[in-house]
């Protein structure tokens, strides 16, 4: 409880000096803000509802700076979440790191910069199912919180929610080497039930049908897909990882491939998105931090190994982190952080 207290300040001021940014750089989704005012609306969308929708149901009248708080608490939750676990499981050592390779991640960067979007809650959901699925084979009970966590989050950001969790499944069975067939088919069917529900309660509504997400995708060329994501390939690239790029070339050098499977299906739903950086970091870190519990539990002798070894790659991870200028790729075009 002690390491979850210090890295709640941790998290709260390295994040905040780690990726200060000019007023130009961020991005606001004032139409979420504007939504948690309202009832449901043809305004809203179906497969991501449920943070404006929340907050309206609970009658908190944020105000905007109120409104931003909210959003950089829900990530520190997530990530304390993650402190907690492994330092319970594995040891303080394994919660110190995890805190720290989630700090240096530009997944927090991109949770820092931009602000009112379904993406907060995102990151604790996926935070809460890689964690879940990790209990659930070994204590029937979690199915219970799984199911809850599975609906809520498929409520918040459906299509990419989904993606998250059927890569964790895909991961673990592989890992695991065997099939859990009732931790798919409760996976499947919660996303499927949520999307059902999400659809009728709009109809209940009077709210006709509107699915943005595949009309951006059908109504734009392959072509201007391909030159967005041509345009500044390796910085698109390293805006991925900065300095976690260490860790991703460890795995590779002592053949753990594993990760690219979760990495390249990032890449291709990335590839037919205008937010670059935002939306592949959202996707692919639930399955590296899923990775690392696998690893910490499967392989606890080489970890306690290899400790300072894996501190002396965060230390380089921070140092590559602070050296350079910090950004993010959003349409083909580079957005820095400060000047």
């Known amino acids: ?77 997530a990530t ?39 993406d907060h809650l995102t990151y604790f959901f996926s935070a809460s199912t890689l964690i879940l699925l990790d209990r659930v084979p070994k204590n029937r009970l979690w199915f219970g919180a799984l199911f809850v966590v599975l609906l809520l989050g498929a409520w918040n950001h459906f299509y990419q929610f989904s993606i998250i969790v059927c890569m964790l499944v895909l991961i673990q069975c592989i890992s695991e080497k065997k099939i859990e067939v009732r931790t798919i088919g409760l996976v499947l069917g919660t996303l499927l039930f949520a999307r059902i529900l999400s659809l009728l309660l709009f109809s209940l509504k009077g ?49 753990k491939l594993l990760i690219l499977i979760p990495f390249g299906i990032s890449l291709l739903v990335t590839f037919f998105t205008y937010d670059t950086t935002r939306v592949f970091v959202h996707l692919f870190y639930p399955s590296w931090i899923f990775l690392w519990l696998l690893i910490f539990r499967s392989d606890a002798e080489s970890w306690r190994k290899n400790l300072k070894y894996y501190f002396v790659l965060i230390l380089i991870s921070l140092i590559i982190l602070v050296s350079v200028p910090r950004f993010f790729i959003e349409a083909g075009a580079v957005n820095y952080l400060l000047p």
């Open 80 to 118: 304390l979440l993650l402190v907690f676990t492994f330092a319970f499981e594995f040891g303080w050592l394994a919660g110190a790191f995890i805190g720290l390779f989630v700090l240096l991640s530009p997944l927090i960067l991109i949770q820092k910069v931009w602000i009112g979007f379904s």
């Open 207 to 255: 709210i006709p049908f509107e699915d943005s997400r595949f009309s951006t995708i059908k109504n734009e060329s392959f072509s201007k897909w391909i030159e967005i994501n041509t345009t500044v390939p390796h910085l698109a690239l390293f805006s991925f990882f900065f300095g976690n790029l260490v860790f991703f070339l460890e795995r590779l050098y002592r053949k």
């Open 1 to 77: 409880m002690l390491l979850v207290i210090v890295f709640y300040f941790v998290l709260r001021e390295g994040a905040s000096y780690l990726y200060q940014s000019k007023e130009e750089a961020r991005v606001y989704n004032t139409g979420f803000y504007w939504l948690s005012k309202s009832d449901l609306s043809p305004k809203h969308q179906s497969d991501s509802f449920l943070f404006p929708y929340l907050l309206f149901k609970l009658n908190a009248d944020l105000t905007p700076a109120q409104f931003a708080r909210l959003c950089n608490d829900i990530q520190i939750a």
